[in-house]
């Protein structure tokens, strides 16, 4: 009899101990799996939100090609296209994008892959390109004509992480916000032809390539 007693205190120690590592592999494993869990989130997030940027600069290159009725652009008409096409954001909040617009055009000649920036108008927040030679930029494939004129939507955005902001500090900077950019280059839809058998666009107080 003492023999079964002395089983069962053995078996009921051994159901302790099991419950006991169990409870300590838990206890390991459930970091593991909630950082998985938040990483997807943010990941998924991050993406979603860079999509909605790079659309934006889209939005802005397609409107803004189109010219106005009058030239040089009225600044109300592209201050209604930034606000307009800041929608496409949505949910993530528009207030901090910074919009940069600049017509563009390529040497009568060819020569070279520079563009030359002829105006430019930014949101309030940006700031537009000087005119004159962009040392920073090349003419993309498609535009490399003589003459070429064509317009650059340029879009930053900076992206609040949902979770993980000791991450973000070390990787993002100090305000724990990575910054997404888009460039989206589109031919001149509207406008006229000034010199250049391309039409262009001017924006707001600014002038024809020359």
């Not at 994008?97 to 017509?103: E, F, G, H, M, R």
């Not at 993309?140 to 939507?153: D, I, K, N, T």
């Amino acid at each position: 009899m003492h023999d079964g007693i002395r089983r069962i205190r053995s078996l009921s120690d051994l159901c302790d101990d099991t419950r006991g590592v169990s409870a300590i592999e838990f206890a390991l494993i459930l970091p593991i799996m909630l950082m998985l869990l938040f990483g997807i989130t943010e990941f998924g997030r991050a993406f979603d939100h860079y999509r909605k940027v790079t659309l934006l600069a889209r939005t802005l290159a397609d409107i803004a090609s189109q010219g106005d009725t009058q030239t040089p652009m009225a600044a109300a008409t592209l201050s209604d296209i930034f606000a307009s096409a800041k929608l496409v954001l949505t949910p993530y909040p528009n207030n901090t994008a910074q919009i940069v617009i600049s017509a563009l055009g390529v040497a009568a000649d060819g020569v070279g892959q520079l563009p030359r920036v002829c105006s430019s108008y930014a949101t309030g927040n940006g700031t537009a390109r000087a005119v004159g030679t962009a040392a920073d930029l090349k003419v993309p494939e498609g535009f490399q004509l003589a003459g070429m004129r064509y317009v650059l939507a340029e879009v930053s955005v900076p992206y609040p992480a949902l979770f993980g902001s000791n991450i973000m500090r070390l990787v993002g900077g100090a305000n724990n916000q990575f910054t997404f950019k888009a460039s989206v280059p589109w031919p001149t839809r509207g406008g006229q032809a000034v010199k250049s058998t391309y039409n262009e666009i001017v924006l707001p107080n600014g002038k024809a390539c020359s």
